[in-house]
């Protein structure tokens, strides 16, 4: 199993994304700490893993509270002993559905705060805490989950996108900090991923056409990121740090493609 011996805190895992890369990686043989604020669908997922033979505990946690992280992280540490992985996958999903985001003279100050707190803040404290804890045990590998926001400009996703790019900056930072100390960090761009979640933003013919016309192949499916996650966790990407692997099926080369020459 390639994730064997591996402990991760997953955030964001009671559905979408982060959900099944807590089933994939308890799959590999990982024992996984799955953090959301719903209990109730946390425990579900977990169940749902102990059921197929895996190793999974559930932690309440709503990451705009750093106290709140710091019990994920402990939860993790009680229960299996000590910290390997970190995913941070856990976004604003719920912000940016009811139209806190958008360009930036529309945005606001409450709406700006509340976005970089869950996408920005929430990821600094897992990484903070869980980095506290693999020093102590050895190393560890930390992912990020980041999105082409962080790359490229999208509309009226002013706050989202200045999020994500801090996310990304963050994620090299770690790197070249804690390279030496046997912690290695990355991230994860991601094109437009259809879950429970994102089913809003192609509710209807034509958001399902305009999404397809920006990627090059499809649209994508939490296994798109679970599998680089994997890649990411496991021995096999001991030899990587300090970058990001974009999965968005064509989505950015797409659009610069469209760029006049």
Not at 40 to 45: D, H, I, K, M, W
Not at 146 to 175: E, N, V
Not at 192 to 210: D, G, R, Y
Not at 225 to 244: Q, V
Request: charged residues 15%.
């Amino acid at each position: 199993m390639r994730l064997e011996d591996k402990v991760a805190l997953i955030t964001g895992a009671s559905t979408g994304i982060g959900a099944q890369i807590a089933r994939r990686f308890a799959a590999e043989g990982a024992s996984v700490v799955l953090a959301s604020r719903n209990l109730e669908r946390l425990q579900s997922v977990v169940d749902e893993i102990r059921a197929n033979g895996g190793k999974a505990c559930a932690a309440r946690m709503d990451q705009t509270d750093e106290s709140q992280v710091v019990g994920a992280v402990e939860t993790c540490l009680s229960t299996f002993g000590r910290i390997t992985t970190l995913v941070n996958n856990a976004g604003p999903v719920d912000l940016l559905t009811t139209g806190q985001d958008g360009p930036v003279h529309k945005i606001s100050t409450e709406g700006w705060d509340k976005i970089i707190s869950a996408t920005l803040h929430g990821p600094f404290w897992c990484c903070k805490h869980a980095i506290t804890a693999m020093l102590e045990s050895g190393g560890g590998s930390i992912v990020n989950v980041s999105s082409i926001a962080a790359i490229q400009g999208l509309p009226h996703l002013a706050a989202y996108s200045a999020s994500k790019g801090g996310l990304s900056a963050l994620t090299r930072s770690i790197a070249i900090d804690y390279g030496q100390c046997g912690i290695r960090a990355n991230g994860i761009i991601t094109g437009f991923i259809v879950h429970e979640n994102s089913q809003v933003a192609v509710s209807t013919p034509e958001l399902m056409a305009a999404a397809k016309d920006r990627h090059l192949t499809r649209l994508g499916h939490p296994d798109d990121i679970a599998n680089t996650a994997i890649y990411l966790a496991s021995d096999e990407s001991g030899f990587l740090t300090g970058t990001h692997i974009t999965v968005d099926g064509g989505a950015t080369v797409k659009s610069r493609a469209s760029l006049p020459v």
